[in-house]
Nanobody, 117 residues
Framework: VQLQASGGGLVQAGGSLRLSCLASVSIYSVDGMGWYRQAPGNQRELVAAISSAGNTNYADSVKGRFTISNDNAKKTINLQMNSLKPEDTAVYFC????????????WGQGTQVTVSS
């Protein structure tokens, strides 16, 4: 599974950005996809995830501001980020996973999101 992320950039606090992740396979061939982020000096953390069944999961810090969605026809997931805050600044990574005998993760390249105050 190959993942290609796009859509990062620089935005002022309160603004919006939309991240997209293009998968090399149907999103129904994995058990789920999502976005993680990593700020300098911090561990990588889950931002939002969506299962192949459409169930979503969000970090508490982004609930009500971010929305994850999928589009199987385009083999893409999107992350709409509204009301961005400086603390959202990080490198965002697209992720996909399969549940085999254990979870196997696939990662895309990161895309930088910078929110200025």
């Amino acid at each position: 599974v190959q993942l290609q992320a796009s859509g990062g950039g620089l935005v002022q606090a309160g603004g919006s950005l939309r991240l997209s992740c293009l998968a090399s396979v149907s999103i129904y061939s994995v058990d789920g996809m999502g976005w993680y982020r990593q700020a300098p000096g911090n561990q990588r953390e889950l931002v939002a995830a969506i299962s192949s069944a459409g169930n979503t999961n969000y970090a508490d810090s982004v609930k009500g501001r971010f929305t994850i969605s999928n589009d199987n026809a385009k083999k893409t997931i999107n992350l709409q980020m509204n009301s961005l805050k400086p603390e959202d600044t990080a490198v965002y990574f697209c992720n996909a996973w399969r549940l085999l005998d254990r979870r196997k993760d696939y990662w895309g390249q990161g895309t930088q999101v910078t929110v200025s105050s």
